[in-house]
């Protein structure tokens, strides 16, 4: 299971490689990937 989320988020550029410095950034970016595919996944 955590490898089939870690695949999907690989589809965010951004969350692929560490750019941000602060933990908090990274992990909001995180939140916004997930909730994305969520709501993608609701919608269909």
């Known amino acids: ?3 089939r989320t ?3 988020m690989v589809c965010w550029r951004r ?3 560490h750019y941000e410095a ?8 995180i939140h ?3 909730g994305s595919l969520l ?3 609701i919608s269909h």
């Open 32 to 34: 916004v990937a997930m």
């Open 1 to 3: 299971m955590v490898e």
């Open 39 to 41: 709501l993608r996944r």
């Open 6 to 8: 870690c695949g999907w």
């Open 15 to 17: 969350l692929v490689r």
């Open 22 to 29: 602060r933990l908090d950034v990274s992990e909001a970016f």
